[in-house]
């Protein structure tokens, strides 16, 4: 019985631990194609680390090569991505998130 309650309270510990989990629905690409204002690939010119109100993004400035839906003002396009290594040296982790290189095609 001791072993029983054991398990049933470490498995009752394992379920609540992951209810913080994130969970992802995909979704088909014309659905989120009807939902972009903006479709284009580009090639990354540079990326920085800057301060965000939630922590530190990482800012690419990416160059228009390919345009599908919209219009980017002057043909450069600033993507953020939250997490980087803010000005105080922190490293702000975003596990997921999409990291680009100077030079990557998008």
């Known amino acids: 019985?001791?072993?029983v309650l054991g398990t049933a309270a470490l498995l009752g510990?394992?379920?609540?631990?992951g209810s913080g989990a994130t969970t992802y629905v995909p979704m088909p690409d014309g659905?989120?194609?009807d939902q972009a204002s903006l479709i284009f690939t580009g090639t990354v010119e540079r990326h920085q680390a800057v301060s965000g109100p939630q922590?530190?993004?990482t800012e690419y400035r990416?160059?228009?090569?390919r345009l599908l839906k919209g219009s980017p003002p002057g043909g450069l396009v600033t993507v953020r991505v939250p997490?980087?290594?803010g000005?105080?040296?922190v490293t702000f982790q975003v596990w997921g998130a999409p990291e680009f290189s100077t030079g990557e095609h998008l």
Do not use: F, I, K, Q
């Not at 990416?62 to 090569?65: G, P, T």
């Open 83 to 85: 997490g980087g290594t």
């Open 1 to 3: 019985m001791r072993r």
């Open 13 to 17: 510990l394992l379920l609540a631990a």
């Open 62 to 65: 990416v160059r228009v090569d």
């Open 31 to 33: 659905v989120l194609a």
């Open 55 to 57: 922590g530190p993004l």
């Open 87 to 89: 000005e105080d040296g």
